[in-house]
């Protein structure tokens, strides 16, 4: 069954600012109903495009690229995975065992992603 609670989102944060302060990316960290860590990309460098959506985990490449996108998402969701995640789901036997679940959302519904000048 998934879980996370704050003592491992504690200890995976240092990772994940260091993801985020390399690509020049502000975000905040947080629990998802104790079952997934999420992370909220509020601005940043890397233009994403002023826009509010999710991230499929899954298919980086597919919809970001091998640019500087997408090694920044592989890199954070590599970050926010750490040492202790895995995954044995077998979903063709209705079987779902995960650590937790990983979510990035760019932006916010209610703030979109604000693309900033490099410093």
Same mark, same amino acid.
């Given at each position: 069954?998934?879980? +996370? #609670?704050?003592?491992?989102?504690?200890? &995976?944060?240092?990772?994940? $600012?260091?993801?985020?302060?390399k !690509? @020049?990316?502000?975000?905040? +960290? #947080?629990?998802?109903?104790?079952?997934? &860590?999420?992370?909220?990309? $509020?601005?940043?460098?890397?233009? !994403? @495009?002023?826009?509010?959506?999710?991230?499929?985990?899954?298919?980086?490449?597919?919809?970001?690229?091998?640019?500087?996108?997408?090694?920044?998402?592989?890199?954070?969701?590599?970050?926010?995975?750490?040492?202790?995640?895995?995954?044995?789901?077998n979903?063709?036997?209705?079987?779902?065992?995960?650590?937790?679940?990983?979510?990035?959302?760019?932006?916010?519904?209610?703030?979109?992603?604000?693309?900033?000048?490099?410093?």
């Amino acid at each position: 069954m998934a879980y +996370i #609670g704050q003592k491992e989102k504690k200890e &995976l944060a240092p990772a994940i $600012k260091a993801v985020l302060k390399k !690509f @020049g990316v502000k975000g905040t +960290i #947080g629990i998802d109903h104790h079952r997934g &860590l999420k992370v909220n990309l $509020k601005e940043g460098v890397i233009d !994403f @495009g002023e826009v509010y959506h999710q991230v499929n985990t899954y298919h980086i490449e597919k919809f970001y690229g091998t640019g500087i996108a997408g090694q920044f998402l592989n890199e954070l969701v590599t970050a926010m995975k750490g040492t202790k995640w895995y995954n044995n789901t077998n979903a063709m036997i209705d079987y779902f065992d995960i650590a937790y679940y990983v979510y990035i959302n760019i932006g916010q519904w209610d703030k979109k992603y604000k693309v900033v000048e490099a410093a």
